[in-house]
């Protein structure tokens, strides 16, 4: 095995100066009922040509890969400058570990100090931390956080806009810790939470937690929204699933969120089947000691050279135990980095160019279709990248034929939300040109009939 | 003197905020009129300025290249951090994953239109269990401690549905990794601490005195954080299953038992396993990683949603019922996933248990080669690590000033203080990946600081004197926190 450098000869010097006749004597302490007596049902052992020959074949499988694609739903397909892949591949950061000595670990350190404050000022929020799985969990995460903060009360309300994957998660992590769990119930003509809905938010509220723009692509109009969730004294707490949108829409911090969460896995990482991608996680200065996750934060070292390290570790669980914020320790950190590469590639231009070719797709999309197609747009709003049809037919029959077509149309609403039967999530980026959204109209228009 | 040493180029970097001037531009976008796009928003859910850098493409390229020279990796040298399990990541693994047919499958394709990656999800769970001695696995959880969350969920879930809300603490012994009583504890869990004996490990009359009908479970690291095996674990786990409890393990060590015993064969019933230590895939400077778990028969119900099964020759994604709902979003990290696959692959059957054996021996030659140097509080045999401390040390030599001495020697330091029922814990973990040379410069390096704390103390304590920054000072950076760079 080419991973095993140790020969015979020098295996017989080792065991000698351990003072034992084989390297079974070493696993004595193990019971010998417990030893493996025959082969693990496994395949059997691959050279690097062969295993190169079946990831390719596999891969071929996978044809989904070169469809022309309009899914969403929280992974989204971006242009990726070349040079980030090319940066993360320097096996000085990918293969190293959590930067626990930071005389030799500056590289992750200063890179994800710089990760954080990209995140802060992209969200306009005071502090981020280093990372989260994605998110889902941040969401989750964000929950809990405002349960520790908010003591005295026992109502958590999340707006059924949400990502039902992100609403699922956050049900397992905080059902048997807060009390209630309401939702917020969306008004079906805006696709946003009803405005009859927010009477909800009381004095009991810990937090209010809404996808921003909201799994349908809706933009829910947050500024109402966070003056009576602070009237009431809760938190608000905004998630950016789709994080290229803060090139352009309003932020989290503009609108007084108290968390504000994500997932940055559009921030130039691919889509990889969904993961790894990078969750986000910011916060208001007043709460960042009760805040999950690893922190960088700068100092200086003995003869007063600027340096960075992990710090405020007093909320971790390596010193806290149970006592913890989380028991989350480092996550996504290359994945991090390659966001933070991606932002700093794009930077201030760029990423506001991104958000507004993604814009004007959707919108040229969104008209095209109204107009030119038997489908109807669900709800009346605003959208960034992302938004929703009503197929004349059933949601997964068109999917179904568009599918043959060669084109991933978008997803079918009825999975989470069985009354919307005839709906499609659709999702465009700066990767189509507008002759494939002109395609998708075009396919849309055999299958569903023109307008009438 | 044999070992590496430091010797190195290294160009001070500003941050990337710092190097941005006005107008700089490093991207390139296809040419379109955006002017009045952004009215397509109304004024007040639009945003107002961006802060982000404006540097060019070789701005980019020379600060991240720069940044990347201050860190030691594991392809630089030896990295024998003790409990991470810092083996050689293959390259041919990254080379393929990185096959846009991976890359750019979306997470909501159609079944049938993802059926190699479905495929593999599918291979993966079923080796796993069978690697670890399981019924059924899990991918969803994305890193070690996840997949604890996930295990310990499982365990709650269990008791959930067998109506037996009486249970809810969790045995843990005091060598645990911190992330084990900080899992139960986001399950809801109390945590009863179990003192290790003076051997270090599980004493069978403690463990006994604490199994009440109030117990859920134990959580175990086996062999544990001393490298220690529990050499009474058919004992362990019966006692606990008698008592109607369920048995966690922390696979953080499956490297030590890896093609050579199965802890599902022990009577564990839950284990998370970390690609990112036993199978592999990278570290990447703190993550990503990914957590499987995989649970004995009875528990298969409660693993988390979804998971992928095959019928008829097609892969596609389940739910069940009484899982303990969703972990995380989508499946896992499956570009995480897919490495370990082709790792597994490569050994195969035949070779698999080779890695624990090499581990288990060169850790030991490090334990034979240093112990009449460095103080084992322990005396018990020892797999595939070896924890020495600072208890011997003369001039006032701590734990920490080896840990910077032999950075200046060329070598990542081991885990530091840890576990905590030793104080000033060395704690030692080559892996299987080093070759007998490594091993023997590593140990001349280690007795020589031995040495020099006799003889030449400041060397020690002055240590790093090759790194590019010396020790920084962390009280400062807790007590007025600056987590982001603003300018001035």
């Known amino acids: 095995m080419r991973y095993l450098p140790i020969t015979d000869s020098e295996r017989k010097e080792m065991l000698e100066k351990i003072g034992v006749n084989s390297v079974e004597d070493l696993f004595s302490p193990l019971p010998k009922s417990v030893l493996l007596k025959k082969e693990l049902n496994i395949p059997s052992s691959m050279s690097e040509p062969e295993l190169e020959k079946m990831m390719d074949k596999l891969g071929k499988e996978n044809c989904g890969a070169e469809m022309l694609s309009f899914l969403g739903g929280g992974c989204y397909r971006h242009f990726c400058p070349a040079l980030v892949d090319q940066m993360i591949s320097r096996s000085e950061f990918y293969t190293s570990y959590t930067p626990y000595q930071p005389e030799v670990s500056q590289g992750t350190l200063q890179a994800i100090f710089e990760f954080q404050t990209m995140i802060a000022n992209l969200f306009q929020m005071d502090v981020a931390n280093a990372s989260m799985y994605d998110g889902a969990t941040a969401s989750a995460e964000a929950v809990l956080m405002a349960h520790k903060i908010q003591t005295k009360r026992h109502k958590v309300l999340i707006a059924s806009t949400v990502n039902p994957q992100y609403l699922e998660t956050i049900r397992t992590y905080t059902s048997f810790v807060v009390d209630k769990i309401e939702l917020l119930e969306m008004d079906p003509a805006t696709g946003c939470v009803a405005e009859s809905e927010l009477a909800k938010i009381d004095s009991d509220t810990i937090c209010v937690l809404f996808q921003y723009p909201n799994y349908f692509g809706m933009i829910e109009n947050l500024k109402k929204i966070s003056a009576l969730t602070h009237e009431a004294g809760a938190l608000l707490i905004p998630v950016v699933t789709e994080a290229t949108a803060l090139g352009v829409i309003a932020t989290p911090g503009s609108i007084d969120a108290d968390i504000a969460v994500g997932d940055g896995q559009a921030l130039g990482i691919p889509m990889n089947f969904g993961g790894p991608g990078v969750g986000l996680f910011t916060c208001k200065e007043k709460h960042m000691r009760k805040m999950p996750g690893r922190l960088i934060g700068e100092t200086v070292d003995k003869n007063g050279n600027r340096c960075f390290v992990l710090t405020l570790s007093a909320r971790e669980q390596h010193i806290k135990r149970e006592k913890a914020t989380s028991n989350i320790c480092s996550n996504q950190g290359l994945m991090a980095t390659a966001a933070s590469i991606y932002l700093a590639t794009m930077g201030k231009q760029g990423l506001r160019d991104v958000a507004l070719m993604n814009l004007k797709r959707a919108d040229y999309l969104k008209k095209k279709i109204a107009a030119e197609t038997a489908c109807k747009i669900a709800f009346n709003g605003c959208n960034y990248n992302e938004f929703t049809i009503l197929a004349p037919t059933d949601a997964c029959e068109l999917l179904k034929a568009l599918g043959e077509k060669g084109i991933l149309g978008g997803i079918a609403a009825k999975k989470y939300f069985p009354e919307l039967d005839n709906a499609v999530i659709v999702n465009t980026t700066e990767v189509h040109t507008y002759e494939e959204l002109d395609r998708f109209v075009d396919a849309l228009k055999e299958i569903a009939g023109g307008a009438k | 003197?044999?070992?590496?040493?430091?010797?190195?180029?290294?160009?001070?970097?500003?941050?990337?905020?710092?190097?941005?001037?006005?107008?700089?531009?490093?991207?390139?976008?296809?040419?379109?009129?955006?002017?009045?796009?952004?009215?397509?928003?109304?004024?007040?859910?639009?945003?107002?300025?961006?802060?982000?850098?404006?540097?060019?493409?070789?701005?980019?390229?020379?600060?991240?290249?720069?940044?990347?020279?201050?860190?030691?990796?594991?392809?630089?040298?030896?990295?024998?951090?003790?409990?991470?399990?810092?083996?050689?990541?293959?390259?041919?693994?990254?080379?393929?994953?990185?096959?846009?047919?991976?890359?750019?499958?979306?997470?909501?394709?159609?079944?049938?239109?993802?059926?190699?990656?479905?495929?593999?999800?599918?291979?993966?769970?079923?080796?796993?269990?069978?690697?670890?001695?399981?019924?059924?696995?899990?991918?969803?959880?994305?890193?070690?401690?996840?997949?604890?969350?996930?295990?310990?969920?499982?365990?709650?879930?269990?008791?959930?549905?067998?109506?037996?809300?009486?249970?809810?603490?969790?045995?843990?012994?005091?060598?645990?990794?911190?992330?084990?009583?900080?899992?139960?504890?986001?399950?809801?869990?109390?945590?009863?601490?179990?003192?290790?004996?003076?051997?270090?490990?599980?004493?069978?009359?403690?463990?006994?005195?604490?199994?009440?009908?109030?117990?859920?479970?134990?959580?175990?690291?086996?062999?544990?954080?001393?490298?220690?095996?529990?050499?009474?674990?058919?004992?362990?786990?019966?006692?606990?299953?008698?008592?109607?409890?369920?048995?966690?393990?922390?696979?953080?060590?499956?490297?030590?038992?890896?093609?050579?015993?199965?802890?599902?064969?022990?009577?564990?019933?839950?284990?998370?396993?970390?690609?990112?230590?036993?199978?592999?895939?990278?570290?990447?400077?703190?993550?990503?990683?990914?957590?499987?778990?995989?649970?004995?028969?009875?528990?298969?119900?409660?693993?988390?949603?979804?998971?992928?099964?095959?019928?008829?020759?097609?892969?596609?994604?389940?739910?069940?019922?009484?899982?303990?709902?969703?972990?995380?979003?989508?499946?896992?990290?499956?570009?995480?996933?897919?490495?370990?696959?082709?790792?597994?692959?490569?050994?195969?059957?035949?070779?698999?248990?080779?890695?624990?054996?090499?581990?288990?021996?060169?850790?030991?030659?490090?334990?034979?080669?240093?112990?009449?140097?460095?103080?084992?509080?322990?005396?018990?045999?020892?797999?595939?690590?070896?924890?020495?401390?600072?208890?011997?040390?003369?001039?006032?030599?701590?734990?920490?000033?080896?840990?910077?001495?032999?950075?200046?020697?060329?070598?990542?330091?081991?885990?530091?203080?840890?576990?905590?029922?030793?104080?000033?814990?060395?704690?030692?973990?080559?892996?299987?990946?080093?070759?007998?040379?490594?091993?023997?410069?590593?140990?001349?390096?280690?007795?020589?600081?031995?040495?020099?704390?006799?003889?030449?103390?400041?060397?020690?304590?002055?240590?790093?004197?090759?790194?590019?920054?010396?020790?920084?000072?962390?009280?400062?950076?807790?007590?007025?926190?600056?987590l982001k760079w603003v300018k001035k």
């Open chain 2, 1 to 482: 003197m044999s070992y590496p040493g430091m010797r190195d180029l290294k160009l001070r970097e500003a941050l990337i905020f710092e190097r941005s001037r006005e107008g700089r531009r490093g991207y390139s976008l296809p040419a379109e009129d955006l002017s009045g796009a952004e009215s397509i928003l109304p004024a007040e859910l639009r945003r107002d300025e961006l802060d982000l850098p404006e540097v060019s493409e070789v701005d980019v390229v020379r600060h991240y290249t720069r940044l990347s020279t201050y860190n030691f990796s594991l392809d630089l040298g030896f990295y024998p951090l003790g409990s991470c399990t810092m083996k050689y990541n293959p390259k041919v693994n990254e080379k393929l994953v990185r096959n846009p047919y991976f890359t750019e499958l979306h997470p909501e394709t159609p079944a049938k239109f993802a059926q190699g990656t479905l495929k593999i999800m599918y291979e993966m769970q079923r080796m796993l269990a069978e690697i670890g001695g399981f019924a059924a696995c899990t991918l969803n959880p994305s890193a070690g401690a996840h997949g604890e969350y996930t295990g310990i969920g499982i365990i709650r879930s269990y008791f959930a549905k067998m109506g037996d809300t009486k249970r809810k603490k969790i045995i843990i012994p005091d060598s645990a990794h911190g992330t084990n009583p900080a899992s139960c504890a986001l399950n809801g869990f109390e945590v009863v601490v179990l003192e290790s004996d003076e051997h270090g490990k599980v004493d069978l009359a403690t463990l006994k005195s604490l199994l009440t009908d109030e117990v859920a479970g134990i959580m175990l690291t086996n062999p544990n954080t001393l490298g220690v095996f529990e050499s009474d674990i058919l004992e362990i786990t019966k006692m606990v299953h008698e008592a109607g409890g369920l048995v966690y393990g922390d696979g953080a060590n499956m490297n030590a038992l890896l093609g050579v015993a199965r802890p599902g064969d022990m009577g564990i019933d839950v284990l998370h396993y970390n690609l990112h230590k036993t199978f592999s895939t990278p570290h990447g400077g703190g993550g990503p990683g990914a957590g499987p778990v995989g649970v004995c028969q009875k528990l298969v119900e409660f693993l988390p949603n979804p998971f992928v099964v095959c019928e008829n020759g097609v892969y596609s994604f389940k739910n069940s019922g009484n899982a303990m709902g969703r972990v995380r979003s989508f499946y896992g990290n499956m570009g995480v996933t897919l490495k370990a696959f082709i790792y597994i692959l490569e050994y195969g059957r035949e070779h698999l248990g080779e890695t624990a054996k090499n581990a288990v021996l060169n850790a030991n030659y490090i334990k034979a080669c240093l112990k009449s140097y460095y103080h084992l509080k322990y005396k018990s045999d020892t797999l595939h690590e070896v924890v020495f401390d600072d208890s011997e040390m003369p001039n006032h030599v701590t734990t920490m000033d080896i840990a910077k001495a032999l950075i200046d020697r060329g070598y990542h330091p081991p885990t530091v203080y840890f576990p905590l029922i030793v104080h000033g814990a060395l704690m030692i973990e080559p892996t299987e990946s080093e070759s007998k040379e490594t091993l023997d410069e590593f140990i001349e390096a280690m007795i020589d600081i031995a040495e020099k704390a006799k003889s030449d103390p400041e060397n020690i304590l002055n240590a790093p004197l090759s790194t590019a920054i010396s020790r920084p000072d962390e009280t400062l950076a807790a007590r007025k926190p600056v």
